[in-house]
């Protein structure tokens, strides 16, 4: 090595320095390649659907029981968004909103506290959903009633929002079954941007979430989503939404408490046969043995393997709405991020089951957390 002469300003080097420099650079990239960040791997999700003004009573109280309720937000996919951005990954969120609305601008903001990009968020003519939880305790089931109907996304033809633009950027799509419930323009909408995706070579994941109460524009539910899930490369769904929204029958009782896995082998493989589009399809599988305690796990089969996954005992549940959207925003990450099918199945059940531990929509989970649980870190034990 031979000692060089400082520039004026500069530092005195050795000629070796920038081979020794040009060589650790390479290890670091020998090391990301064989070990990369899963940040890195990740790819920009962007999810459609309609979010909605969620009002519930306080604590376990029945609906006006006193004269007040709790004010939040949330729906499915907007859901799945903010689990996604609260892991760390890019997540847009699509929908149609109220022209010079408070409560819509709220909303939006409330979004992209939790960094979730809102740059495809249209203002159109319409008013701003509604839905009423009252959660349930023991015997007693949580209901939902809905207050949808004119609402903006309702509302929404094929043409109002630009997809390319929408789209850019994008390496997933999510859609769910509840957008295409609300009115036959919002399935023609969600079909639309679907086969937008499609078209560009982006991931599409659908969760099927079969809504009773909302499929009453017409079209059989069956009908419209067999036509949607063409376009999809990913399937989410729980027990009984396969069978409502695609028509498949298994035999399989989604009231009696205990579920036979072994059914869900057979259920997964008819849904693969019947659409060869498909790559993968994910089933949650919920034990409930009152509204305060469920078992909570979830299969997966991709043509290749059929996988189950760990099972949660979970005894005291805060708030189950939003645990499946978890499971998905979960399982979307996974699968970017993760080594494989088996531990994105196992991350998005765990991150799935914390969900339950908090009330709201929303996930507030990190991949830390998730990660703690899932190495045996469930015991409740306060964190010092």
């Not at 890019?90 to 979730?116: I, K, Q, S």
């Not at 305060?292 to 708030?319: M, P």
């Amino acid at each position: 090595m031979t000692l060089q002469t400082a520039p004026p300003g500069g530092s005195v080097g050795f000629s070796g320095d920038r081979s020794l420099a040009v060589a650790a650079r390479r290890r670091t990239a020998a090391v990301r390649e064989r070990f990369p960040n899963p940040k890195d791997m990740l790819q920009k999700t962007v999810t459609f659907g309609e979010i909605m003004l969620r009002l519930a009573p306080p604590n376990l109280e029945r609906i006006l029981q006193s004269p007040q309720f709790v004010a939040t937000f949330g729906g499915g996919e907007a859901n799945v968004a903010v689990a996604l951005a609260s892991f760390g990954a890019p997540a847009a969120y699509v929908t149609a909103l109220p022209e010079n609305h408070p409560v819509a601008d709220a909303c939006v903001a409330e979004l992209r506290r939790f960094g979730v990009d809102t740059s495809g968020i249209v203002r159109r003519k319409g008013r701003m959903g509604v839905y009423y939880l009252e959660t349930g305790a023991n015997q007693r089931p949580s209901r939902v009633v809905y207050d949808r109907e004119n609402s903006a996304i309702a509302l929404a033809q094929p043409g109002d929002i630009d997809w390319d633009g929408a789209l850019q950027g994008a390496g997933w799509f999510h859609v769910t079954g509840i957008t295409p419930a609300i009115s036959a323009t919002a399935a023609a909408l969600s079909l639309e941007a679907a086969r937008k995706a499609r078209e560009k070579r982006i991931t599409v994941s659908c969760d099927l979430n079969y809504r009773k109460n909302l499929w009453k524009w017409g079209q059989p539910a069956a009908e419209v989503m067999r036509n949607l899930v063409h376009f999809v490369d990913i399937a989410i769904a729980n027990e009984e939404d396969v069978q409502m929204a695609l028509g498949i029958q298994a035999e399989v009782d989604v009231n009696s408490g205990k579920l036979d896995v072994s059914q869900y082998e057979k259920l997964t493989a008819k849904v693969l046969g019947e659409f060869p589009n498909l790559r993968g399809i994910a089933i949650t599988l919920r034990e409930s043995r009152s509204a305060s305690h469920n078992g909570w796990s979830a299969c997966w089969n991709d043509r290749k393997q059929f996988l189950t996954s760990r099972q949660y005992e979970i005894t005291h549940i805060v708030d189950r709405v939003g645990g499946g959207d978890c499971f998905a925003g979960g399982l979307i990450y996974g699968l970017q991020a993760l080594p494989g099918p088996r531990e994105a199945l196992e991350f998005a059940v765990a991150a799935s089951c914390l969900k339950h531990s908090i009330p709201g929509d929303f996930n507030r989970f990190t991949v830390d957390e998730v990660k703690a649980l899932l190495q045996g870190g469930g015991s409740g034990r306060v964190q010092r």
